[in-house]
């Protein structure tokens, strides 16, 4: 009987993950930036439900010359904004929180940095945001 009910549980666990893996967070929002060939895209994964941590990626796109992914620090499982700057001549700087990063279609890559002052280098072009329950990139009013 010990066997069977070892069995029995075993079959009931297996059945149970796919609602407990329902939770997870795995989303992908794009800023585009001149059509879809072009873009910065804000990449969040969560491995498990029960962790409150997610992971992070910006993927750098410019086809067919570039894209790459690019893992960045971890964020909650409540999106922390992260508002996209215009830095340059094919060039961005990304501020989630307290952390800034430069994302560069043209170099193909996106790294941490550390800005002095915290001032932002350029017009703010957008935000990464929670819209509707959902990650969403929206446009500043009057950014092109």
């Known amino acids: 009987m010990a066997a069977v009910s070892c069995g029995l549980k075993r079959v009931l666990a297996v059945a149970a993950l796919p609602l407990a893996l329902a939770g997870c967070e795995n989303t992908a929002t794009a800023f585009m930036i001149d059509g879809s060939q072009h873009a910065l895209v804000l990449v969040?994964?969560?491995?498990?439900?029960w962790h409150d941590e997610l992971r992070q990626a910006?993927?750098?796109s410019r086809l067919p010359?570039?894209?790459k992914r690019v893992?960045?620090?971890?964020?909650?499982t409540t999106l922390v904004e992260m508002q996209v700057y215009e830095a340059g001549d094919a060039l961005w700087a990304l501020q989630q929180g307290g952390r800034w990063y430069l994302a560069s279609t043209?170099?193909?890559v996106v790294q941490d940095w550390d800005n002095p002052g915290?001032?932002?280098p350029g017009e703010?072009?957008?935000t990464f945001v929670l819209k509707d329950g959902k990650?969403?990139?929206?446009?500043?009013?009057?950014?092109?």
């Not at 969040?44 to 439900?49: A, G, I, L, Y």
């Open 106 to 108: 043209e170099q193909c």
């Open 135 to 144: 990650p969403a990139f929206v446009r500043a009013s009057g950014a092109n």
């Open 118 to 120: 915290g001032q932002p």
């Open 65 to 67: 010359a570039c894209q």
């Open 44 to 49: 969040r994964e969560q491995k498990f439900p």
């Open 124 to 126: 703010l072009l957008g």
């Open 58 to 60: 910006v993927v750098v």
């Open 71 to 76: 893992r960045i620090h971890p964020s909650s």
